[in-house]
């Protein structure tokens, strides 16, 4: 059961653990950090105690129980925020662990409390009061704020970051995570994040590498030598082991001897054994497909992944790197990746695909996702820079009377309200708006905005229609299931059944009187609604695939303008998968047809499905091509059906009905030449208009949504297509009359 949400970036859930398992377990100090299998949540906690339970883009983990002692905090809950306290100045002068063994044991006394807790806070975390909210924050949090330096001085406590730092305390700790990808917005601080996390994680592990990559080997090189080093060496003395080598290397930073941990125990002890080196390094990479291969890596920071330039593919480089962090099944090491996207030619397109099969929703059976990564996507609004109020909240939208931010200047205006007046500003300017998008999302799809010199359509539209279907609640729009026939009857009756794991996506199921309405002739069944529309089909005829890359079959139903209880010139189906075998999909298109009672047009150089068809006697109800008459058509086009897609005019014909369809249809038509110049199209299937987007002419077969809806199109439209017959040459003159009551009179 989930409480109201307190925002659209997480939820607070309660009843996910009995009351009374909780409350004994806790009791016990029993629970274990990690990945807790029975309850399907994740234990950030190191202390034995859960409290809070909240769901952060889908993966629910448990927050320690808040403290119940030493909540000192300002009676006047205003003056409650984040504040940095300041490094002893006593401590600040002890430049090592060598100056404080040789310190009076008085002075040790005075500050090992101190150092003890600085400890206890790394390792499991920090609470504070935070505008009457006592709120937790991580330990790699707390030393990217307390110990950190960063461009401008210390960094500001940001609730998005502290989301973040959650996220990434609960992919450390799950055992089936290779770590983060993480979808962000231009200047979130993810850069420094990550160099404090190298340095973080360095200074405490033994006999470990730390790798960094970005877009290029200059920029890993610039992220190792301008925020690594400096943040390491700026660590207080009983954090910082000592280095091997210069203060300011290049291209390795290597810890020999460690910082011990001291405590009130050993604070005194001197022994040779604390000299032991921890064998620890951090260096980077140039930016290569082939970076680390052969590494053992406890961590793998990756920055700028969304901009990786041909030849170089960070698809191509993690496929590389996720061994660098693994040994047979177990995993050793995690990889913190983030990045905005470039436009998808110019390396967006891979980290899309690698964002996208990092979605914890879709587990293989060793319950790990398709990359081994976890994708978060943290909102423009949450995190842009000049709207964080001095409790680091995020100022959505604007309010009725200034808020003080974080920099001690007063906000007038709301993120998302600043957000709209620029997107507005640029919307005569694709590619400027679109850019702007990619720094500044709102949305995953604003994030991969493609640039709209780089499309064969109108982006414009395209994007516009995107923007729209985001703002919808699309389970109150399109129904998700498979088809079945009616008691596993073939032939017989078929019905839908709703499943949220289903291959088919419906934004109209037609009234009962129009489902199933087949029309038997001669043996052969014919569609009986072919008036209310027509599906278009790019198929496949081989089941199996090389190395997984064989392209899905599509299937996309349209309607034409009608009369009945149907929408009007509306795409209301759309099917892009693979199933395991090549029959189930026939079956699938087949029983889509049967159950709408409509024709289908499809390509027919890949013929098994128009076979299929055939065979099961629904000849009918495949279309010919329309571009031909029938005693023009081939041997195999008049026993099957089918168009071509080798011809050029069927290809150029084929474009120009999705570009025809996109401007009457899709988005807002601005000169209201088709519908209210303010009224949204209603085209609800994005990932048909994100494949659209990216449509290549001259590279067809990637395109399986785009092929299909295409022919989809055109059957609708298959009058636009008919061969004009031509005019015989020969004159015949027939005597012409005027008749007029009973009389006809001959025309001279």
């Keep these: 059961m989930q409480k109201e949400t307190q925002n659209n970036l997480y939820l607070e859930l309660t009843d996910v653990i009995p009351k009374s398992v909780l409350t004994k377990k806790n009791k016990a100090r029993t629970w274990l950090y990690g990945y807790n299998e029975k309850y399907d949540v994740i234990v950030i906690s190191k202390t034995g105690q859960i409290g809070e339970i909240i769901s952060i883009s889908g993966l629910v983990i448990a927050l320690p129980l808040s403290?119940?002692?030493g909540r000192k905090r300002p009676k006047n809950k205003s003056e409650q925020y984040w504040s940095r306290p300041e490094y002893p100045k006593a401590l600040a002068k002890i430049p090592s662990i060598f100056v404080w063994n040789e310190m009076p044991a008085a002075f040790k006394n005075m500050w090992i409390d101190y150092i003890e807790e600085e400890f206890e806070r790394r390792e499991k975390g920090h609470w504070f009061w935070n505008n009457g909210k006592h709120t937790y924050i991580t330990g790699s949090h707390y030393m990217y704020l307390q110990w950190t330096k960063i461009d401008v001085g210390f960094p500001d406590f940001r609730e998005a970051n502290r989301l973040f730092y959650i996220y990434w305390e609960a992919?450390?700790?799950?055992?089936?995570?290779?770590?983060?990808?993480?979808?962000?917005?231009?200047?979130?601080?993810?850069?420094?994040?990550?160099?404090?996390?190298?340095?973080?994680?360095?200074?405490?592990?033994?006999?470990?590498?730390?790798?960094?990559?970005?877009?290029?080997?200059?920029?890993?090189?610039?992220?190792?030598?301008?925020?690594?080093?400096?943040?390491?060496?700026?660590?207080?003395?009983?954090f910082k082991p000592i280095q091997d080598g210069m203060d300011k290397p290049k291209t390795e930073l290597a810890f020999r001897v460690p910082a011990s941990k001291i405590t009130k125990k050993n604070m005194h002890l001197q022994d040779d054994f604390e000299m032991d080196g921890l064998d620890t390094t951090i260096d980077w990479k140039n930016t290569d497909d082939n970076s680390y291969d052969g590494e053992k890596l406890l961590l793998l920071v990756h920055d700028e992944s969304g901009k990786w330039i041909k030849p170089n593919?960070?698809?191509?480089?993690?496929?590389?790197?996720?061994?660098?962090?693994?040994?047979?099944?177990?995993?050793i090491g995690k990889c913190m990746m983030g990045s905005t996207s470039n436009a998808l030619n110019k390396g967006g397109s891979s980290f899309k695909k690698l964002y996208e099969d990092s979605d914890i929703t879709k587990r293989n059976a060793n319950g790990q996702t398709k990359s081994g990564l976890y994708s978060l996507f943290i909102p423009m609004e949450w995190n842009m820079e000049g709207f964080i109020d001095k409790y680091g909240m995020p100022v959505l939208n604007t309010k009725d009377e200034s808020v003080l931010g974080i920099d001690d200047e007063y906000i007038n205006i709301g993120a998302i309200n600043y957000w709209q007046n620029e997107v507005d500003s640029l919307k005569q300017d694709s590619n400027a708006l679109n850019e702007f998008y990619r720094q500044f999302p709102r949305t995953e799809s604003h994030a991969f905005r493609d640039e709209s010199n780089q499309s064969l359509f109108n982006l414009t539209k395209i994007y516009q229609q995107i923007d729209y279907n985001d703002s919808l609640i699309m389970e109150q729009h399109v129904s998700r299931g498979n088809f079945s026939w009616k008691n596993g009857v073939k032939d017989t009756e078929v019905i839908f059944n709703p499943n949220k794991n289903g291959r088919f996506y419906l934004s109209w199921i037609p009234e009962v009187n129009l489902r199933n309405k087949v029309i038997t002739k001669n043996n052969v069944k014919y569609p009986g609604n072919e008036h209310i529309g027509s599906f278009g089909c790019d198929s496949y005829d081989i089941s199996g695939t090389v190395g997984g890359k064989g392209s899905n079959g599509a299937l996309h139903g349209m309607t034409k303008f009608n009369m009945d209880k149907a929408p009007s010139n509306t795409f209301f189906l759309e099917y892009v998968a693979r199933p395991q075998t090549a029959e189930i999909f026939f079956e699938d298109v087949l029983m889509a047809c049967v159950f709408y009672g409509m024709p289908l047009l499809c390509e027919n150089n890949k013929p098994r499905l128009l076979y299929h068809f055939k065979n099961r006697g629904y000849r009918g109800f495949s279309m010919n091509r329309p571009d031909k008459v029938y005693n023009k058509l081939s041997r195999t086009e008049k026993e099957l059906g089918g168009i071509p897609n080798s011809s050029e005019d069927v290809k150029q014909s084929h474009a120009a009905a999705i570009e025809s369809f996109i401007e009457k249809y899709v988005?807002?038509?601005?000169?209201?030449?088709?519908?209210?110049?303010?009224?949204?199209?209603?085209?609800v299937f994005t990932r048909t208009l994100e494949d659209w987007a990216k449509f290549d002419i001259n590279n067809r077969t990637k395109f399986d949504a785009s092929i299909s809806s295409g022919l989809a199109i055109m059957a609708n439209q298959k009058h636009l297509y008919t061969p004009v017959k031509k005019q015989s040459k020969i004159s015949i003159n027939f005597a012409r009359y005027a008749n007029k009551g009973i009389y006809s009179e001959l025309v001279q």
Excluded: H, Q
């Design 313 to 331: 593919d960070i698809l191509n480089n993690w496929r590389v790197t996720k061994t660098c962090l693994r040994l047979g099944r177990k995993i």
């Design 171 to 238: 992919c450390k700790a799950d055992k089936r995570s290779f770590g983060i990808c993480y979808l962000k917005i231009r200047r979130s601080g993810f850069s420094f994040m990550g160099s404090e996390e190298c340095a973080n994680i360095a200074t405490i592990s033994k006999d470990s590498r730390i790798g960094i990559l970005s877009k290029t080997g200059a920029d890993a090189k610039k992220m190792f030598t301008d925020k690594v080093v400096p943040i390491t060496n700026n660590y207080p003395f009983f």
């Design 667 to 683: 988005g807002i038509d601005l000169l209201g030449n088709y519908r209210e110049s303010d009224e949204m199209g209603d085209m």
């Design 67 to 69: 403290p119940e002692i």
